[in-house]
């Protein structure tokens, strides 16, 4: 009998301490808007608008810059430089406005990535 109210009681004070928890949960306030810094909004950086080029151009311009891998081999083997224009701006890209929305969304800011 002692070990029937025993458990009894346990499932009693496991029930309260449930409950009381839930409560506790319950009566929190959740904030509803979340609020970016910048550099960290995913759809600004793949839409280009915190000031850098979107992804999306960074994307391309890597697409273009494999396009042009026969001039840069060429150009590393026997030292002519003859490239297009549109390498040439792909390069451009990607040197000047792809490499610092890259290194933030992997988390580093420009002055940790030495731009």
Not at 4 to 10: E, M
Not at 52 to 71: H, I, V, W
Not at 81 to 102: D, F, H, K, N, Q
């Amino acid at each position: 009998m002692a070990l029937i109210n025993c458990k009894l009681f346990l499932v009693f004070v496991i029930s309260a301490l449930m409950a009381s928890t839930t409560t506790v949960f319950a009566a929190r306030d959740l904030a509803t808007t979340i609020h970016h810094p910048v550099g960290q909004n995913l759809a600004a950086r793949i839409n280009g608008e915190d000031g850098d080029a979107g992804m999306a151009e960074c994307f391309n311009a890597m697409y273009e810059l494999r396009s042009c891998s026969n001039e840069i081999i060429l150009f590393f083997m026997d030292g002519e430089m003859y490239l297009g224009i549109e390498c040439c701006r792909a390069i451009r890209v990607i040197t000047r406005e792809c490499w610092p929305s890259m290194l933030t969304s992997i988390g580093f800011t420009a002055e940790e990535g030495g731009q």
